[in-house]
């Protein structure tokens, strides 16, 4: 198996991808289809990874979470969300929409009102973010106990 930030193995992007951005056939499908569990996390130019490093973020996921119930706007959004400052609930949003995930509508208003929600493609995630919660939930009592045994073992050690 080839260990994490391996390049074994790797087949390398082409020099239209490298300058255009674009994913090729054969770029997508060395992605998607290579077997080595640790491939897409050693290619940065690997697609699967990018949209993963999106959604996976924990700013990400409480923005898609509370979109879910409503559509929100900035300030709403920074007052839900404990210990995420405003640049980063920008950059945030920028990227969920820069992704297709979330939209934003400008109304022109002074001052101007800006909301956000989640498009169709940004509601398919909804059963994924949610099934990580419950995940969540279930196993948190588990997850301390394990964390208080590794504390406990390695604070002797």
Not at 37 to 56: G, K
Not at 92 to 108: A, F, Q, W
Not at 147 to 152: D, G, M, S
């Amino acid at each position: 198996m080839t260990s994490p930030g391996s390049l074994e193995g790797t087949k390398h992007v082409s020099t239209t991808h490298a300058i255009t951005g674009h994913v090729g056939r054969e770029d997508a499908e060395a992605c998607r289809f290579d077997r080595d569990p640790f491939q897409w996390d050693a290619r940065e130019d690997c697609q699967v990874r990018q949209i993963l490093d999106r959604i996976a973020d924990k700013w990400s996921l409480l923005v898609i979470a509370l979109l879910d119930e409503k559509t929100l706007r900035f300030g709403e959004l920074v007052r839900e969300i404990d210990g995420i400052s405003k640049r980063m609930l920008t950059v945030t949003l920028r990227n969920l929409e820069r992704d297709g995930l979330v939209g934003r509508t400008v109304y022109p208003e002074v001052p101007p009102r800006v909301e956000y929600e989640l498009t169709a493609l940004g509601r398919t995630l909804l059963g994924t973010t949610q099934a990580l919660v419950s995940w969540s939930e279930e196993h948190q009592e588990e997850i301390a106990r394990a964390r208080q045994k590794f504390e406990a073992a390695n604070a002797a050690g």
